[in-house]
């Protein structure tokens, strides 16, 4: 069962972005990744069949490095495996740290809409914050 | 981030200035009319353009072309120069994720009339034996290692030895398909990965193929150089470096936010994060980029090969028989080391041009020999729907701009907002009811590209033209369009 992604898409001239909150920084993450494969193509038509243990390294407890390694690795598993990631598991992260199962399924154009060709996630107006009412994520990705 | 407004005062008709303020090294200028500059101001793109000219070593200005829009650190229709002599820089988000990324025109002996009733037929022909849409791949099969090392190194001659074209097409490509610089053990493994099944395939977003006919020429001379007349057949083929591309950018940017803290560079905006030239995270993005580079020209090089044949088995009519031929190819994501004349001495300079073309003119070295009396072909897509045009570049091209000018139509609308003023239309039958025949694999992505989402083309054309840096040569009008 796919948890429908909680994401605001965010107008952007020449691409697209998303905002969210997230009650903790992993479901930040989560979040922030299944808000991107759901621009991509719906999450709802993606099976669970494809799983992969997925860690990235970040540097000197920079966050915003850590989201953006996250997001690009997400993005090379996308195109060098030809799938499309529907459930995002953070099993672990900190400053430098994140450890994570992802799933999904292959690529089926007959029964996958393919919407938004992501090239790169971007640092620009990116934020990914603390605040009181949770984490707050924007990213903006290039198209 | 707060914004800044910058003053600008307007020097002549069609050229604007931003002055040197704060820490800008250099002012900005902005190649506009007052329309597009009412856009522009509202975008932020002037704040990039500010925040480019803080770049060290930066030579002269910060420019932008007409068709200007915001982007990723360097504003899209970006050009900037660096003197590596004097620590100037070389900055990938000022060549963009789409290394490479360019167009091709090729030229053809058919009529319009001759035919315009085939128009579906060859527009399915290539929909089907050119792979495009999202995650593209298996054009001629999964390359080796091996060979795709030599696409890095070769470009459009590999394409061209495996059987894809002739060495005529290399002559009439930018650089001959092949930036020399390359170095494959600066390409990362995730990089190989992404691009051993995608040589041949035109991927999505604005990238497409197109059928169209000239319908105007403005220079009868220049024209005919090119092998272009009235009335006649010609295809269109736009489309970059693919994955393989986007990935050097990504592990590069990522590399350069640590050259960055290395060496002490100031920067308003993370992500024109950049080194030396003459440095060796510098040289290794250069041999990298270059990589990519070539294997955009060999896609181009596999794609137009790919579209002849598709052409000549349609019509069942040789490839002699129907005339094509290569006018040009251009890139308008690079940088390039080019010699060009800085206070009066000529200089060895790195040209970033992002979403903005080289337009060398008349009588210059590196203009084709056929070309030569007329100057570079100058191709300049429209957006889907609308005109495109074949330009040269003048003297001024090369006093002003670094030999540069406008790539395109530029967007004004965000995807959303297109597709929201999409909703309830079909845009495929509005083409058509033109005369425009569209074929899509993306669900979406006919809205995101809708005429309307695009500046104006003529107006940029027309723009650059007053400004004395670009003449229009010809126009095409489209007949036939495949997008990703």
Redesign the interface.
Request: net charge negative.
């Given at each position: 069962m796919v948890e429908r992604p909680s994401y605001k898409?965010?107008?952007?001239?020449?691409?697209?972005g998303l905002e969210l909150t997230a009650p903790d920084l992993a479901s930040a993450f989560e979040r922030a990744a299944a808000g991107m494969f759901d621009m991509?193509?719906d999450l709802d038509g993606i099976e669970s069949e494809w799983r992969r243990e997925v860690r990235v390294a970040g540097?000197d407890d920079d966050l915003e490095?850590l989201l953006i390694?996250w997001l690009?690795e997400l993005?090379?598993l996308?195109?060098?495996e030809?799938v499309l990631l529907s459930t995002f598991d953070v099993r672990r992260i900190d400053g430098n740290l994140l450890e994570a199962v992802v799933v999904g399924e292959g690529?089926d154009?007959k029964r996958h809409?393919?919407?938004?060709?992501i090239?790169?996630a971007?640092?620009?107006?990116l934020v990914i914050r603390e605040t009181p009412s949770g984490w707050r994520v924007r990213v903006i990705f290039?198209? | 981030m707060a914004e800044t407004t910058h003053e600008m005062r307007q020097i002549s008709e069609c050229l604007w200035e931003v002055p040197r303020t704060g820490a800008m090294r250099v002012p900005g200028r902005i190649y506009a009319d007052e329309k597009l500059m009412a856009h522009i101001r509202s975008e932020r793109a002037v704040e990039q353009v500010a925040n480019v000219a803080h770049l060290p070593g930066i030579v002269r200005c910060s420019l932008a072309m007409p068709d200007i829009h915001w982007g990723y650190g360097f504003p899209i229709g970006g050009v900037a120069a660096t003197d590596p002599q004097e620590g100037g820089v070389i900055s990938p988000g000022g060549v963009g994720y789409d290394i490479n990324c360019g167009v091709r025109l090729v030229a053809t002996s058919m009529a319009r009339a001759e035919v315009e009733d085939r128009i579906r037929d060859l527009v399915l022909a290539l929909f089907r034996d050119v792979p495009s849409g999202l995650g593209s791949h298996g054009a001629i099969g999964k390359l080796g290692k091996r060979e795709l090392e030599q696409v890095m190194v070769e470009g459009a001659g590999w394409a061209v030895r495996r059987g894809f074209g002739t060495e005529a097409d290399l002559e009439r490509t930018e650089e001959r398909g092949r930036l020399p610089l390359a170095d494959p053990g600066n390409v990362g493994q995730k990089a190989i990965q992404r691009g051993l099944d995608q040589v041949g395939t035109l991927g999505s977003g604005n990238h497409f193929m197109e059928i169209d006919s000239v319908d105007e020429v403005y220079d009868e001379e220049a024209a005919r150089a090119f092998g272009l007349e009235r009335q006649m057949i010609a295809i269109q083929i736009h489309s970059g470096s693919r994955g393989f591309g986007y990935q050097i950018c990504d592990d590069y940017l990522d590399l350069m936010q640590k050259a960055v803290t290395r060496y002490s560079i100031a920067l308003p905006d993370r992500q024109l994060a950049c080194a030396p030239v003459e440095s060796p995270e510098g040289e290794r993005y250069l041999s990298a980029m270059a990589c990519a580079a070539n294997y955009a020209w060999a896609n181009r090089q596999v794609m137009m090969a790919l579209a002849k044949r598709a052409f000549a088995r349609t019509l069942a009519r040789s490839e002699e028989e129907l005339g094509l031929a290569l006018v040009y190819d251009v890139c308008h994501n690079i940088a390039k080391l080019e010699r060009h004349a800085v206070d009066g001495l000529e200089k060895l300079v790195c040209v970033h041009r992002k979403g903005a073309t080289r337009a060398f003119p008349a009588e210059h070295p590196d203009v084709p020999p056929a070309y030569r009396a007329a100057g570079q072909p100058v191709l300049v897509p429209g957006d889907m729907g609308t005109h495109s045009f074949v330009c040269v570049g003048t003297d001024a091209t090369m006093r002003e701009t670094f030999g540069s000018t406008c790539h395109g139509a530029g967007r004004v609308m965000s995807r959303s907002k297109a597709k929201k003023a999409a909703k309830g239309r079909r845009i495929d039958e509005e083409l058509s009811r033109r005369g425009i025949l569209v074929m899509a694999t993306g669900k979406a992505t006919l809205a995101e590209e809708m005429p309307a989402a695009y500046k104006d083309v003529t107006e940029v054309v027309g723009v650059m033209e007053r400004a004395g840096i670009a003449r229009p040569v010809v126009r095409l009008t489209p007949l036939g369009v495949v997008k990703g």
């Open positions: 898409e965010i107008e952007h001239t020449a691409d697209v991509i193509s540097r490095n390694r690009s993005i090379f996308h195109e060098s030809h690529i154009p809409a393919l919407k938004v060709e090239k790169a971007t640092y620009h107006d290039d198209t | -």
